[in-house]
């Protein structure tokens, strides 16, 4: 500790990082976004103050920077700094007062830290002010674009080329929010795995757009939601009190939050109870009869429908995690006017129509009695999915599997791909984007060579 | 040996992070790969008891079993091995066999939650609520961050309902006001017939909801079924006032609608 005192004071006297003696090697990355607050999180190899400082103008910024540190930076007009208490090498730094809808300009630290540029995949050379926008006021509609990854955490080239299709498709476009839908870091969620399939991966992303992860059962590896303790609940930073829309959870496991005219719904399919007694059931129920927002979107980790590199006929998959999830979910689900299910595991691709209702293995599929609108949904061809804006339970929901933005399944034994619920199967890796604006949603589903290989709209009326 | 053991330990875990096995253990391809993985390191306990894991989640019992027994050899007094035998015994519905395997987990890793969770479930599959109790609060007592359905499984054991509700007060205060802990003490006041007290956690609940109409609908459903005509009548028409205030595509939806004409018959049953 002496020493790195010793070698800060140096730096504020000559200006240079040459003396700075701690590095930032996590983030900064971005939780529980609502409109007036925002979590900031990064890790140091040694323990520090943590530190935020931010504004509206990166040029106060700069110069407040330029200052050296924190305290000096308090000085500067418009520029402002929040800590946390205590030292530590992880920094969890919670702002407020936040104007909705705002770019901020922020920096973490003391500002003695070196970047991790070294290992950051994504944008090389990180600047040392990093920008996030605060989500607009909860209500009103405001064109939203989310980033969709299940079963990114590969860490290889296929990991790396679905993210950079997406970087390219939304260019400058920025990314409101982002999705996890659990398996983020293989083989076993360890903090090491963590580090090199996300933090490494997509540091751009990290800093500059909220993420709501969901449990996957690669991450329950290395955590367990009961105790709520391991890797997973140490690194993320969850609403357990509605902190961010939605009814309290008391747990980081399953929560939900609102995003402008969208309820987001996370739930833990792999290691919280999941029978019709369980606290996540009751919760649920209770959060999607609290809501007002005009779309709901759910997202956990099993599948309620897959025939891809799982199966969700076989009792024995998973521990029967898919049936639970079909069976006494779904129903509460739909009930509660879901829109669209989003899930992984299934290291593919596929996606239902507009369904309602079915509950049971693919041999009960009725297309007469399940599909509350046939076709694709493309606006071009079969016309898109509509819906009542009015909140009406079993108005229809489209599933989709989206669990190949680490990998697809085997290309010498592939997955048959023929679960009668769904419309549009594919074997390839890629990542999905969803956009809303207004009472319309649309979904891309993008592969890793770039192509745009689904897509689907739904318009509410 | 505690050395050499760990040596081997990096190696198979270096060995296991680059496998195919990292995509899913439940795949063919990837079960195959474990079982190579524990072919080229017959004596390392951790492969044994995951693969044992796997094994009990996909029913395979006799086959957990077999891994158990080999992983238990190899390391006599690592409890992880006793919690995972006790959690194939309660998959095979012995949980008197369980107990006693997490009896002796318990002894070499004092104080252990999952040991204490699991043995928790074994007595109350066993009758043993009392026993159970004990085991739930040890556990939550050691926990920082408990899941709430640890205070919902204690409040659903056979107890008095006061202890219940003593239980899930602690877990509010220590977790918040989380829903299915506030609905699970809820239905215990009514059952103890203590109205006022069901109405305040019902207050609760609703402070978390921008639609407290359904709330209100069962503020007056309560009071009703009290014999308070005239105060749920207040909450029914409170209700109503507050569907009239919602934007129209709400207050015209269907179930919303239906909500509405429920509230007009209760405070006007004649019409």
């Known amino acids: 500790m002496l020493p790195r005192l010793v070698l800060s004071t140096a730096f504020v006297l000559t200006g240079t990082s040459v003396f700075a003696a701690t590095t930032i090697t996590r983030g900064p990355y971005l939780q529980i976004a609502t409109p007036t607050s925002m979590v900031v999180r990064w890790r140091t190899d040694a323990a520090e103050i943590s530190t935020v400082t931010y504004g509206l103008e990166r040029e106060k910024l700069t110069a407040a920077a330029a200052k050296g540190d924190g305290t000096a930076a308090t000085k500067i007009e418009g520029v402002l700094t929040a800590k946390a208490e205590g030292v530590s090498t992880e920094h969890i730094v919670h702002l407020k007062d936040l104007k909705p809808d705002t770019r901020y300009f922020y920096r973490v630290g003391t500002g003695l830290e070196k970047a991790p540029s070294a290992t950051a995949e994504d944008a090389p050379g990180v600047p040392a002010i990093n920008t996030f926008t605060t989500p607009p006021l909860v209500g009103p509609a405001k064109p939203t674009r989310i980033w969709v990854l299940g079963d990114p955490g590969t860490k290889n080239d296929t990991q790396r080329a679905v993210r950079d299709v997406y970087y390219k498709f939304t260019g400058k476009r920025a990314t409101d929010l982002w999705l996890l839908l659990g398996d983020n870091a293989y083989p076993d969620g360890t903090d090491t795995d963590y580090q090199k399939a996300i933090f490494e991966m997509y540091p751009e992303t990290l800093r500059t757009s909220p993420l709501w992860p969901a449990l996957g059962n690669h991450d329950g590896k290395s955590a367990n939601s009961i105790t709520q303790s391991g890797v997973y609940y140490d690194i993320f930073t969850l609403p357990t009190m509605g902190q961010a829309g939605g009814v309290p959870s008391g747990t980081e496991a399953y929560y939900s939050f609102d995003h402008a005219n969208i309820h987001f719904v996370c739930l833990d399919s792999h290691d919280t109870v999941r029978t019709a007694d369980g606290a996540m059931l009751q919760w649920l129920k209770a959060d999607l009869a609290a809501t007002q927002r005009d779309w709901i979107i759910a997202y956990f980790h099993h599948p309620t429908y897959t025939k891809g590199t799982h199966d969700s006929d076989k009792d024995s998959d998973s521990g029967g995690r898919m049936n639970d999830m079909r069976a006494i979910f779904l129903p509460v689900l739909e009930a509660g006017g879901v829109d669209v299910i989003l899930t992984g595991h299934s290291h593919v691709y596929e996606r239902s129509p507009l369904l309602d209702g079915h509950y049971g293995k693919s041999p009960t599929f009725d297309a007469a009695r399940h599909v509350k609108q046939k076709g694709n949904g493309r606006p071009e061809r079969d016309g898109v999915y509509v819906k009542p804006r009015t909140r009406a339970a079993h108005a229809g929901e489209v599933s989709v599997v989206t669990g190949s933005a680490g990998h697809a399944g085997s290309k010498t034994k592939p997955p048959p791909l023929n679960h009668p619920a769904m419309i549009v199967s594919y074997n390839d890796p890629g990542s999905s984007v969803i956009d809303i604006d207004g009472l319309r949603l649309d979904l891309t589903f993008l592969n890793d060579k770039g192509e745009k290989r689904d897509w689907f709209t739904i318009q509410k009326k | ?271």
């Open chain 2, 1 to 271: 040996m505690a050395l050499r053991s760990r040596s081997r330990s990096v190696v198979m875990l270096l060995a296991l992070a680059a496998a195919p096995l990292g995509a899913h253990p439940e795949t063919p391809e990837a079960r195959a790969e474990f079982d190579r993985l524990i072919a080229e390191f017959p004596n390392e306990p951790d492969l044994r008891l995951r693969r044992a894991e796997h094994r009990i989640e996909s029913r395979e019992f006799d086959a957990a079993e077999s891994d158990l027994r080999h992983a238990r050899l190899l390391a006599p007094r690592d409890p992880r091995i006793l919690v995972a035998y006790a959690s194939l015994a309660l998959a095979r519905e012995q949980p008197e066999v369980a107990r006693q395997r997490l009896a002796v987990a318990l002894s070499l890793a004092p104080g252990d939650p999952s040991a204490h969770i699991l043995r928790a479930r074994a007595s109350a599959r066993l009758g043993e609520a009392a026993a159970a109790h004990a085991d739930y609060s040890a556990a939550l007592a050691a926990l920082p961050e408990p899941s709430p359905d640890l205070y919902l499984a204690r409040a659903a054991l056979p107890v008095a309902p006061e202890l219940a509700l003593r239980g899930l007060d602690e877990g509010i205060a220590r977790l918040g006001p989380a829903a299915a802990l506030v609905e699970r003490a809820l239905a215990l006041e009514l059952q103890l017939g203590r109205t006022d007290a069901a109405l305040a956690r019902l207050d609760a609940l609703a402070a978390g909801a921008e639609r407290k109409e359904t709330f209100l609908k069962r503020r007056g459903d309560i009071l009703a079924a009290a014999g308070r005509a005239a105060d749920a009548r207040v909450a029914y028409s409170r209700a109503l006032d507050l569907i009239a205030a919602q934007p129209q595509w709400l207050r015209e939806s269907p179930a919303t609608a239906q909500l509405a004409a429920e509230l007009r018959r209760l405070i006007s049953p004649s019409r």
